[in-house]
Structure formats: C-alpha cells, structure tokens
C-alpha cells in the first residue's frame, strides 16, 4: 500500500486535458518567479496528471495562494491549499474532513462542499464525494449546507491521494 505524498498546494493549469504543450514547464516557472523572494524550499511532486502541480512548500500556503493571486500568471488556472492528504477512499476522505472541520467551524454555520476529480479508479464521480461529505457534516456536527457559504469543504482527489480542506470562501484562488 502506498503512502500518500505529502503535500500542501495544488495548482491546475489552464490548457487542453490530456495534453501536455509546455503548460506545466510555463506553470512551474511562474509559480516559482511568484514565491522566489520567500524563504524556504519549493519541492514538487509528481501528480501523474497533465496540467497539475502538487508542491510541498515551506510555507504557509495560504499565504503562497495570496502571493500568486498578486502576481501575474498565463497558465495558472486555480490554486488551492491543502490542509491535510489521505488515501482517496471515501471513508478516509470524510474521516479527515469531520476532523478538520470540528476544529474550526461552529454550530450552525453553513458549508459548501467542492470535489475535483482526476481519476476515477477509487471514486465514480464527484458528486458520491460532495453527497457523502455533505450527509457526515450535517448529521455529526450539525452543519448546514448553503450556496453562499461560511466554509468551504475543498476535496481535491488526484489519483491515489486526495488533498482536503476546509476554508472560507475566497481562500482558493480562481483566475479566469
């Protein structure tokens, strides 16, 4: 069994899926220029799938999303940070999330649950994710669902590792 890679950023390229025409090597780079003046090592790991860039950073990653919000990018489609990485099981997914979410969100603020998928060999479509977290978060801590949300509920699945956050809205950043 394979231990999921650790890591804390996960940047999505703009640019055709399945192919690769130099986006990630142009991603890297502005990623790079955008956090070049903080101290600290930028180490990036294999993703196994084009156009998504997963980084272990030094840093606060929040942090780093509001760094490349104020920089200029071409490629950089969507950053999001990422406060913990479990296998992609479902279980371990919503585990983690109801761990997270008890620490930082009250009774009674609302939630929106966010699932990108990429790779369907553990979990069939991100709906079985949002409908499962959204079902735990409501009956094991009383949270209500909302289109304009207190929280946001990131579950970024990437094959075998899933990255989970629970943010407020704003935190992820979005380019158009």
Known sequence: MKVPDDFNLLVTLSGQKGASAGE??????EIEMALSQYEGELRVKDSDFPNVLKFDLDMNPLEAVNI???SPTTVVSKVVPVEAVVRTRLDSIVEKILALASEKVKPGETFQVICDLRGRRYIKSPEEVTERVSEALADRLALKE??????IIQV???????????????DVLKKP
């Not at 990630?24 to 780079?29: F, N, Q, R, S, Y």
């Not at 909302?146 to 929280?151: E, F, K, L, T, V």
């Open 24 to 29: 990630e090597i142009v991603g890297l780079e």
């Open 68 to 70: 490349i919000r104020n």
């Open 146 to 151: 909302s289109d304009s949300p207190d929280w």
């Open 156 to 170: 970024e699945v990437v094959g075998d590792e899933t990255g989970v956050s629970v943010l407020r809205p704003g």
